[in-house]
């Protein structure tokens, strides 16, 4: 089993809320294979509320990872944020086809939140990545510098230069 801190031995809590606190860093994610991040500061609160018959989990991460900006490949700090709700309740055997609800056998003394975390994390961080100097135009790369110089330049529209046919085509335009 991956992360043995991330085990929760609830069998001999009692029923109501307990409170669990963790720090995620790069080490975390490399356990899984995953090599993304350059490095990694992440707060977990993690709230298990025992029921008699099933518990519910509630997480909520909040942090940053340097990631790699997808324009110019200057890494920077992604300050990202997630939080996770499930519940989980006892069967016959393991079961953790459904996202929200995690079976898990009678038999069963501890939980391991480490994969729920992990997928929470990877999928709070942006699809696109862009360096926040790129949006406010105050990074300097040379990445950027090459864009700029192979960035089309404005076409004028000449109408003398403009084949006739396409005004006729734009007569048949309609709104509708």
Same mark, same amino acid.
Request: aromatic share 8%; proline share 4%.
């Given at each position: #089993?991956k +992360?043995?801190?991330f085990?929760?031995?609830?069998? !001999?809590l009692?029923?109501?809320? =307990?409170?669990?606190d963790? $720090?995620?860093? /790069?080490k975390?994610?490399?356990?899984?294979?995953? *090599?993304?991040?350059n490095?990694?500061s992440?707060?977990?609160?993690?709230v298990? *509320?025992i029921?008699? $018959?099933? #518990?519910e989990?509630?997480m +909520?991460a &909040?942090?940053?990872? /340097?990631?790699?900006?997808? $324009?110019t !490949?200057?890494?920077?700090?992604q @300050?990202?944020?997630g939080s996770l709700?499930?519940? %989980?309740?006892?069967?016959?055997e393991? /079961?953790? &086809? *459904?996202?929200?609800i995690l079976?898990?056998? =009678?038999?069963e003394?501890?939980? *391991?939140?480490?994969?729920?975390i992990?997928?929470m994390?990877?999928?709070? %961080?942006?699809?696109?990545?862009? =360096?926040?100097?790129?949006?406010?135009?105050t990074? &300097?790369?040379?990445?950027? @510098?090459?864009?700029?110089?192979?960035h089309? @330049?404005e076409?004028?529209?000449?109408k003398?230069?403009i084949?006739?046919r396409?005004?006729e085509? @734009?007569?048949?335009? $309609?709104d509708?």
């Amino acid at each position: #089993m991956k +992360q043995k801190e991330f085990h929760i031995p609830f069998s !001999g809590l009692k029923q109501g809320k =307990h409170e669990f606190d963790y $720090t995620i860093e /790069n080490k975390f994610f490399e356990s899984f294979g995953y *090599n993304e991040f350059n490095d990694v500061s992440i707060r977990l609160h993690v709230v298990l *509320n025992i029921m008699s $018959t099933m #518990m519910e989990l509630e997480m +909520q991460a &909040e942090g940053s990872v /340097n990631v790699e900006c997808d $324009t110019t !490949g200057e890494p920077y700090d992604q @300050k990202i944020s997630g939080s996770l709700e499930l519940v %989980v309740k006892f069967g016959d055997e393991y /079961n953790d &086809e *459904n996202d929200e609800i995690l079976i898990i056998p =009678h038999s069963e003394h501890r939980l *391991n939140i480490a994969q729920y975390i992990y997928e929470m994390l990877v999928l709070a %961080v942006p699809q696109k990545r862009v =360096h926040p100097g790129v949006l406010d135009g105050t990074l &300097e790369s040379v990445a950027l @510098k090459k864009l700029e110089e192979l960035h089309p @330049k404005e076409i004028r529209e000449d109408k003398e230069k403009i084949d006739p046919r396409w005004d006729e085509l @734009k007569k048949l335009r $309609t709104d509708k």
